[in-house]
């Protein structure tokens, strides 16, 4: 069992369960991973929650204080971190009704591994394109995907190397304990 504060980029394990976003402040927002989908979390509000069933392709993230802010999608440091300390935004789009839908998350005090940052991205994505997406609510099974993504070499990374370590996460986090 993989201890709270592991992480992979934005995603950490907080209180037994997986977040994007800062879940240990207080008034902070963060998009929590639940057997029944993603719940978005805000301060004085009991939030929003988004079906697993509901999403209907891509996850991607971007950095800034607005979610139109996609300039900032891919802007990283030259020491491999993500750059800035605003926020971040996860997008997606669902079905019924057909629209693009915007989920806030506040930064962690930590830098972002921009590698980690792009595997956490890839895995979502992949994730979502093989109808799985269900998969990110057993904490278990995010757990053994994280471990296996996460560390490693901080270096230029291509498109193929973030699709061959996603197939290989899969792999290695297997099915779903019951």
């Not at 976003?21 to 993603?38: I, M, N, Q, S, Y």
């Not at 993500?82 to 669902?94: D, F, I, P, Q, S």
């Not at 990374?157 to 779903?176: D, F, H, K």
Request: proline share 6%; charged share 25%.
């Amino acid at each position: 069992m993989v201890e709270d504060g592991a992480s992979l980029g934005p995603l950490e394990l907080t209180r037994g369960r997986w977040g994007i976003g800062d879940a240990t402040r207080p008034d902070t927002h963060w998009v929590e991973f639940r057997p029944d989908g993603l719940h978005q979390r805000e301060p004085d509000s009991e939030g929003r929650l988004i079906p697993w069933s509901g999403i209907m392709s891509g996850i991607w993230l971007t950095w800034g204080k607005t979610s139109g802010n996609t300039d900032s999608r891919g802007m990283y440091t030259l020491k491999g971190t993500v750059a800035g300390r605003e926020g971040g935004w996860m997008h997606m789009t669902l079905r019924r009704p057909y629209e693009d839908c915007r989920l806030r998350f506040d930064r962690h005090a930590r830098p972002y591994r921009a590698v980690d940052a792009l595997r956490l991205e890839y895995l979502l994505r992949q994730l979502i394109a093989e109808g799985r997406p269900h998969l990110l609510g057993s904490p278990e099974w995010v757990g053994r995907a994280v471990a296996h993504l996460a560390g490693g070499k901080n270096s230029w990374i291509t498109q193929r190397a973030l699709r061959q370590a996603t197939a290989e996460a899969l792999e290695a986090a297997g099915p779903v304990s019951p």
